[in-house]
């Protein structure tokens, strides 16, 4: 079955069709510019067009960078505030035709690492920190996941750690790799305080960078850089809507029940 994954970035909305049994992108990745402003209303137009692009008719699992809960936006550190209390699911599904599931961005792309990339069968606390515009994080355990844990946004020397610490930063402030490395130790060690986990998962934009600050870290716990990179957000988005009950349109499903039926007599 195929669901279509949409990922919702700061400049880029990305999406392809994902096959949910293997975790793979069906057709190469289209990508836009994110509207500017990003209004709820502009980015639907943009879903719009990639759903338009790839004749998609079918459900679709939906990464946004929020707190989402039954498909309302929460939050807006790096988006268009004018997102706070939008119902994001019914604008989708209003804007498209498509039924539509919506999960924060981070959890998206940390479900595909777990379910596909670098944490596929890991048990205990696995923590999935991508580095990007912002911090996003997962939590997962057991392969379970908590949502919307936002700890991105926990306080390092009296800021939010997102502001000091993302890959955005780095960039931004051209930090060394060493003075940001220190930074991220910093951010990954507290984390560690807090949560024990058995495994970090660094993924983002700056996960393509791992050479250079993963064997710096002092922080006292395994950390591996993400295995899907730009495609985590994608298939993550996808593997989610599916976990949350997105399934394949009315016909097929009264097909695979043809077949079991068939196949029990
Ligand atoms: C947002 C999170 C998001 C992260 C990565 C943060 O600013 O609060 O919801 O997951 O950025 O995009």
């Known amino acids: ?53 790839f004749q998609h008719t079918g459900p679709i699992g939906c990464g946004f960078p929020a707190v989402i809960r039954w498909g309302q936006v929460f939050t807006a550190a790096n988006i268009d505030k004018s997102w706070i209390g939008t119902d994001a699911q019914h604008l989708f599904e209003r804007t498209t035709g498509c039924p539509f599931q919506i999960l924060n961005d981070a959890d998206a792309a940390g479900l595909a690492e777990m379910r596909v990339g670098a944490g596929k069968g890991r048990m205990g606390t696995v923590l999935v920190v991508t580095l990007g515009t912002g911090i996003g994080t997962a939590l997962f355990v057991d392969g379970n996941l908590v949502p919307n844990t936002e700890l991105g946004h926990i306080e390092i020397k009296g800021r939010d750690a997102e502001t000091w610490a993302a890959e955005s930063v780095r960039e931004q402030k051209r930090l060394t790799w060493k003075k940001w490395t220190r930074r991220l130790d910093r951010y990954l060690r507290a984390m560690h305080a807090y949560l024990w986990p058995e495994l970090i998962i660094i993924g983002g934009g700056a996960s393509k960078r791992h050479d250079r600050f993963i064997p710096n870290l002092t922080v006292d716990t395994e950390v591996v850089p993400a295995q899907l990179r730009n495609e985590a957000g994608i298939i993550g988005a996808a593997l989610g809507g599916a976990e949350r009950g997105l399934s394949s349109s009315g016909a097929t499903a009264a097909l695979q029940l043809a077949d079991a039926a068939g196949s029990q007599g």
């Open 1 to 53: 079955m195929d669901i279509l994954g949409v990922d919702v970035g700061g400049t880029g909305i990305k999406a392809a069709p994902v096959d949910i049994a293997t975790g793979q992108l069906r057709t190469e990745r289209i990508r836009l510019l994110t509207p500017r402003p990003a209004t709820p209303d502009a980015v639907a137009g943009t879903i719009a067009e990639l759903v338009t692009h």
